[in-house]
């Protein structure tokens, strides 16, 4: 059974800056298209925040395009998020998955305060 593990998340003040990382138990990334999502507090919808395919074309939602930057390392069987000029508004769950989606994994909590 795949298990999705998101680490890298935390308190940071706006402007600030985090990197997430993702690894997986069961399942290889490699030829896989791989994605971020989040979901903010009193959302009961996860949204889709960057997605990468398996060979290295990226896509990001409008309100982290130019600050997010997704990537992955097949030979370490690890996707990241470097993000950047963190906002108020980025505080949310932060979970990877496959693109399509398998079952998700815990996340990890981003929260952006002062």
């Known amino acids: 059974q795949v298990q999705f593990v998101e680490s890298g998340g935390g308190l940071v003040q706006p402007g600030g800056s985090l990197r997430l990382s993702c690894g997986a138990q069961?399942?290889?990334?490699?030829?896989?298209?791989m994605a971020w999502h989040r979901q903010a507090p009193g959302k009961q919808q996860r949204e889709l925040v960057a997605q990468i395919t398996s060979g290295g074309s990226t896509t990001y939602a409008d309100s982290v395009k130019g600050r997010f930057t997704i990537a992955r390392d097949d030979a370490r069987n690890t996707v990241y998020l470097q993000m950047n000029s963190l906002e108020p508004e980025d505080t949310a769950v932060y979970y990877c998955?496959?693109?399509?989606?398998?079952?998700w994994g815990q996340g990890t909590q981003v929260t952006v305060s002062s």
């Open positions: 998955n496959t693109s399509p989606a398998r079952p």
């Open positions: 069961g399942l290889l990334f490699r030829g896989f298209a």
